[in-house]
């Protein structure tokens, strides 16, 4: 205490600190473009996934910061045949 006391008679008292981030605040901001469609949910080994209006599952397991991230896998459906029963 006495060395914290010595440093501010020093410092004329004009310690200042520095705003922090709390909570709510994000360390990391990505975006995801809208076209991938809705968040889909997520999981450690899969990463997030989102899915299109035409069915199209993209799975995204590393976030960059201040970027859009890579898909690492993307299930298409194929267009509905009447034939095959797809």
């Known amino acids: 205490m006495l060395i914290f006391s010595g440093f501010v008679r020093e410092r004329g008292g004009r310690l200042r600190a520095k705003p922090q981030t709390g909570f709510g605040q994000a360390a990391l901001v990505s975006y995801v473009p809208r ?48 034939s095959s029963g797809n």
Do not use: H, K, M
């Not at 991938?36 to 997030?48: A, I, T």
């Open 35 to 82: 076209a991938w469609g809705q968040y889909r949910g997520g999981s450690q080994q899969s990463g997030l996934a989102f899915e299109d209006a035409s069915g199209t599952l993209r799975f995204i397991p590393n976030v960059p910061c201040d970027g859009t991230p890579q898909v690492a896998l993307e299930l298409r459906r194929p267009p509905a045949n009447s």
